[in-house]
């Protein structure tokens, strides 16, 4: 792409993820995600063929859908209490209004169905910016509100969007439709208890960027895009799809590895609070996800993949060595023993 | 007064009816014409008659001229206009839509659509000010400054997405 054009895209990421974090104005908040829609929209369309202009156009029709809906609630808000401030949410249908224009953004169920082909429609690395730092403005919004929002609602939606992303992303064959679906999953998991302790939301967020920012790192860095070339990847870098294997468990929520302690806090926070059929339910709906975790941690150190005998295998075609990905792989697994310091943090 | 603004609402909603019922843009773009000089009409109403002019003279004469001067150029020999089954289609469903919510509204609200203030009631707002337009340029000139970045961002999008005769993305074929 244009250096200027994605300078130009890159600094309005940046800015309009900046202005809505640090909004207190309903305004500034509707403008900062515009222009995060606006922007990125080069970015999904840079690869110029059909599916990456499809992935746009259905982005941006769902994005500026949203947008209204959240400019709606706002202003009904506004019209019945005098005020803009975003933590004084207080009109009820612009409290439902607004978690209808959040869950289209975040990609919960059941507004979940432009993710998956708007991932699979962009490149690694757009697709992982869309699952994580575009994430992240809807989640700020969703935290400032969390004490006004219908918790039926919420719970009815996360526990959909576990159900949804853990069994449609059994039969998938293109990576990122399945980390698509892992997504919508872990959203699921964030919203379940964003009413009872937000912290834990943050928490998760943040923990689920680390651990999916890996996994997309680690694919763009030896460029499979889908199970059969994920198969006879390890011989371009065996230790990377190694240490990939433990990312994807952890992502799973595995004990010993990070991602276990999101889902540990959330089920005892619900266990607390006298909803141990939720989190029952929450706690099954995972093992979904885990049957595709497994099967793509497998997949990524198989070394006898079902080719034919004299395949050709790709041998170090180049070193692709990258410091943010050992780091973020270190992070991404070895973080549980820290989790006494995380929750004192929180 | 009361029967004129009434009007003018109505036939903001059916000139955006018009243009939802997927028309050729020929077409379409009388229904928003139709939706943003009615629209102009409501914000008069409401006294900020700034607000209306700019409105007026932005959207209509700034970007329907834009894009008329744009759809010429590329013509449509079979234009669909409003007799054609599938637009009466579509049109008739929105009208079903929009009698469901009025007729939801009129029961739940018990037909008072909006709030009373002292300046009036139903549909009728408070007036707002036109200072607010003035203090768009002193203290909130940072909110001027995003605006006008987001503005200028649309534009950048647009030539990088159509960037190239034929390598751009809306030819993708």
């Known amino acids: 792409m244009n250096p200027h054009a994605m300078l130009v895209s890159t600094l309005s990421l940046l800015l309009g993820t900046t202005i809505t974090i640090s909004s207190n104005h309903w305004v500034m908040a509707w403008t900062g995600l515009e222009i995060n829609t606006l922007a990125i929209i080069p970015f999904i369309s840079e690869p110029h063929h059909p599916r990456a202009i499809e992935a746009t156009v259905k982005y941006f029709l769902v994005q500026a859908t949203a947008s209204p809906l959240l400019l709606f609630s706002s202003m009904s808000n506004a019209w019945a209490t005098g005020q803009w401030d975003i933590t004084q949410l207080t009109h009820p249908t612009s409290c439902i209004l607004l978690t209808i224009a959040i869950s289209m953004k975040l990609g919960l169920v059941p507004f979940h169905f432009w993710f998956p082909e708007v991932l699979q429609g962009s490149s690694m690395t757009t697709a992982l910016l869309l699952s994580t730092a575009l994430k992240l403005p809807p989640i700020t919004i969703l935290l400032m509100t969390s004490h006004s929002l219908n918790p039926t609602l919420l719970t009815i939606m996360a526990i959909s969007s576990a159900a949804l992303g853990g069994w449609m992303g059994l039969n998938q064959t293109q990576i990122r439709k399945i980390l698509a679906f892992s997504s919508i999953s872990h959203m699921g998991w964030m919203v379940v208890i964003i009413i009872y302790n937000p912290n834990l939301t943050l928490l998760t967020f943040y923990l689920y960027t680390l651990m999916t920012t890996t996994v997309f790192l680690t694919l763009s860095t030896t460029k499979t895009l889908k199970l059969t070339t994920m198969m006879t990847s390890w011989t371009k870098t065996p230790m990377l799809t190694a240490t990939l294997m433990m990312t994807l468990l952890s992502l799973a929520g595995l004990p010993p590895l990070t991602g276990f302690l999101p889902k540990w806090l959330i089920i005892q926070e619900l266990t607390k609070r006298e909803m141990t059929l939720t989190a029952t339910i929450m706690a099954m709906l995972s093992l979904l996800g885990l049957f595709f975790y497994l099967r793509l941690a497998y997949y990524s150190t198989i070394t006898l993949p079902p080719n034919t005998t004299n395949h050709m295998k790709q041998w170090h075609t180049n070193k692709t060595t990258s410091t943010p990905v050992a780091i973020l792989t270190s992070l991404a697994t070895l973080l549980l023993p820290l989790s006494p310091m995380i929750l004192t943090t929180l | ?173």
Not at chain 2, 18 to 23: C, L
Not at chain 2, 27 to 49: E, F, I, Q
């Open chain 2, 1 to 173: 007064m009361t029967y004129f603004v009434f009007f003018l609402g109505f036939s903001f909603v059916l000139g955006g009816l018009g243009v939802a019922s997927n028309p050729s843009p020929y077409y379409g773009v009388v229904g928003l014409v139709v939706a943003s000089v009615t629209g102009c009409g409501w914000l008069l109403s409401l006294g900020v008659s700034f607000m209306s002019l700019v409105l007026f003279m932005v959207y209509l004469g700034g970007m329907l001229v834009v894009f008329v001067y744009s759809v010429s150029l590329a013509a449509d020999p079979f234009p669909e206009a409003w007799d054609d089954w599938r637009v009466v289609g579509y049109s008739l469903g929105f009208v079903v839509v929009l009698v469901v919510g009025v007729v939801v509204g009129g029961f739940v609200e018990g037909w008072k659509l909006g709030v009373e203030t002292v300046d009036g009631g139903g549909m009728f707002s408070v007036r707002l000010d036109f200072s607010g337009v003035a203090m768009f340029y002193s203290c909130g000139v940072g909110m001027f400054l995003v605006a006008g970045w987001g503005l200028l961002l649309t534009l950048f999008v647009v030539l990088e997405v159509v960037r190239g005769l034929s390598r751009g993305a809306i030819r993708a074929v």
